[in-house]
């Protein structure tokens, strides 16, 4: 078959897919009401984390949009002098929309985050060996180019995937996509694949249910898609042929709906738990009374946990911060402690060694190769321009600090829209938290804290000016105050974040705390070292021994013992003290040598 070739060509080339975690969350579940979407980005190496903000625009009839192979990587654009792999026809008008790798949120509050996901099927794009013409990054800015609903952009995507045909990235494990879909008062999760010619797409979505909240981790998670309910599913209309003529995986015959991830995904990849494991991570914060199951056999085949879950509490956005900066503290699968930790609680695992050695690392939530985490929040009450909220955090969640900008700014601060993964630049707020996140692994347990509550107080203060914002705004906010306003306050943050290192090397320079006191290793990380096996101790000498106040000497033969070699045996008791103290004094006052502070004070 076609698409198995384009599968084993295809493996050859996975080396840039590692995945990112999403959570959407419903209007019922907030503790204001907005609809809530999370993305990290979790590609790695040389990958473009610049905040863009394209411009609306108005376009001729019959204008064409020129689509260009995507390669995901820095940078994100045309390089100068590419040719577009084909042509879409265009729309009279376009919406402003933030996009970096992906589209993330446009003017009317419609916002989007990206996890890519395995698949049965793979296709190459025109050009380059296939057929299919669109990503998942040229889809997602189309939808929001387009759309001023999350309806209308999953729709949209998933016709011109079908007409015009989608690749993944590039990967067998990358072959598919999803996207957390949201506007105002709807969202979706959306899944997308190939089909078996290489030439069209299948795909689904699920409502996510106004009191829930669900999790997408580079796997599937639609179950029985049920295309009779439009108001909760929507779908392709090849999905059941394909999974009953070409993969033979479901029967109309049975009643049953089809199991869109039991059929169509290619289950983990990297390691079992790769995705499940932060699935569970993520929804025992979301819904701690759920109990969900830590072990399971399958993703694939069986469901370990629900599409969605009920929050035990209603949900805030600084609760998706926390644990998109999540390691599973508290838990067996805590990467903060352990020899592999250190003595500091390093829980990055940067890489498997050389190969030769068979093993997995856990994945966790939190990640040192993420080149952004945002999130977007849609609130229905206010006007589009300040409804829409991205906040956005450069490098990884648990060493950065989330900025809000409205869905009606008209510009990126600089400082936000620079950067170059290769070259370390302080005018880049990338640069800025990247460095101070990889400083912070020198002493991590202590430097994060003082890196974190930092955030926590930058994040206050940015809240504190949203809400200020909330209650000015009218039917039409003044869009170049709300430009100016946001951009003032994300400037202050990396101007702040740039103080961090000084700050952090001073306080903690040679294993001390302020040049001061010293940080004791802890005793469970020692027992898991060689410490306990190193030198020994100063061998003793015979007793009774003289000196009578050498350290060695006292603490070998005890100052008594040691006592009755250098003075008369018939000193009395109270004498004998006050002559310990004399000597003891004497030797740290003058720095003299015992034996010369024993016959000062006789």
């Known amino acids: 078959m076609q698409w198995l070739a384009a599968l084993s060509a295809a493996v050859v080339l996975a080396v840039g897919v590692h995945g990112c975690t999403t959570i959407v969350v419903g209007k019922a579940a907030t503790i204001d009401g907005s609809v809530m979407a999370t993305h990290t980005d979790d590609a790695g190496t040389n990958s473009d984390a610049r905040l863009g903000l394209l411009a609306a625009a108005d376009h001729p009839a019959n204008s064409r949009r020129p689509v260009y192979y995507d390669i995901e990587s820095y940078p994100h654009e045309p390089r100068e002098g590419q040719k577009p792999i084909g042509y879409i026809p265009e729309v009279p008008h376009t919406y402003r929309h933030f996009a970096n790798t992906y589209g993330i949120m446009n003017e009317h509050q419609v916002g989007m985050a990206e996890s890519t996901c395995s698949a049965v099927f793979g296709a190459k794009a025109v050009g380059n060996g296939g057929d299919a013409l669109l990503s998942i990054d040229a889809l997602s800015r189309i939808g929001l180019e387009r759309c001023a609903s999350s309806r209308c952009a999953v729709q949209t995507m998933g016709r011109l995937a079908e007409e015009f045909g989608f690749y993944g990235p590039g990967s067998f494990e990358g072959s598919a996509e999803s996207l957390m879909v949201i506007d105002a008062t709807e969202a979706f999760v959306f899944h997308i694949l190939p089909d078996d010619t290489g030439k069209s797409a299948i795909w689904a979505a699920a409502r996510v249910p106004d009191d829930g909240a669900a999790v997408v981790a580079n796997m599937f998670v639609i179950r029985e898609v049920n295309l ?34 039991r059929v169509f995904s290619d289950g983990e990849y990297a390691h079992k738990y790769y995705s499940g494991r932060r699935m569970w991570g993520a929804m025992r914060l979301l819904a701690p009374s759920a109990n969900l199951p830590d072990q399971y056999d399958d993703l694939k085949f069986k469901a370990a946990y629900p599409f969605a879950v009920t929050p035990d509490k209603k949900i805030a956005r600084e609760d998706l911060f926390q644990i998109h900066r999540s390691y599973y503290e508290g838990t067996p699968y805590d990467m903060t402690v ?21 093993g997995a690392w856990e994945r966790s939530i939190g990640l040192f190769r993420t080149s952004h985490t945002h999130l977007v929040q849609a609130r229905s009450w206010l006007p589009d321009a300040q409804g829409g909220l991205l906040w956005y955090g450069p ?35 990338y640069w800025a938290h990247r460095y101070v996140f990889n400083l912070m692994h020198l002493k991590y347990s202590y430097m994060r804290g003082d890196v974190n509550a930092t955030a926590f107080r930058l994040e206050s203060k940015s809240a504190a000016l949203v809400e200020s914002i909330d209650k000015l705004v009218r039917a039409n906010p003044n869009t170049a105050n709300l430009t100016a306003l946001y951009a003032e306050n994300a400037e202050e943050v990396v101007k702040t974040w740039w103080t961090l290192p000084d700050m952090l090397i001073g306080k903690y320079a040679d294993g001390y705390l302020n040049d001061a006191s010293y940080i004791s290793y802890t005793d469970a990380w020692l027992n898991l070292t060689n410490f306990v096996d190193g030198p020994p101790a100063v061998p003793c000498p015979p007793c009774p021994c003289t000196p009578a106040y050498s350290p060695t000497c006292s603490a070998c033969c005890g100052k008594a013992a040691a006592l009755e070699e250098e003075v008369d045996s018939t000193l009395s008791a109270s004498d004998e003290e006050a002559l310990r103290i004399c000597v003891q004094t004497c030797n740290v006052a003058t720095s003299q040598p015992y034996a010369t502070c024993v016959a000062r004070c006789l």
Do not use: Q
């Open 395 to 429: 490098h990884s969640a648990p060493g950065t600090c989330f900025v809000p900008f409205s869905a009606g700014v008209t510009s990126v601060p600089t400082v936000y829209a620079v950067m170059n993964p290769n070259v370390l630049d302080k005018t880049s707020a």
């Open 228 to 261: 009779t309910d439009s108001h909760n599913f929507l779908g392709s209309s090849n999905m059941h042929r394909i999974a009953s003529d070409v993969l033979h995986a479901w029967s109309n015959s049975t009643g049953e709906l089809l199991d869109f991830t």
């Open 338 to 358: 352990g020899v592999a930790a250190g003595p500091w609680g390093n829980p990055d695992r940067w890489n498997s060694g050389s190969g030769a050695i068979k």
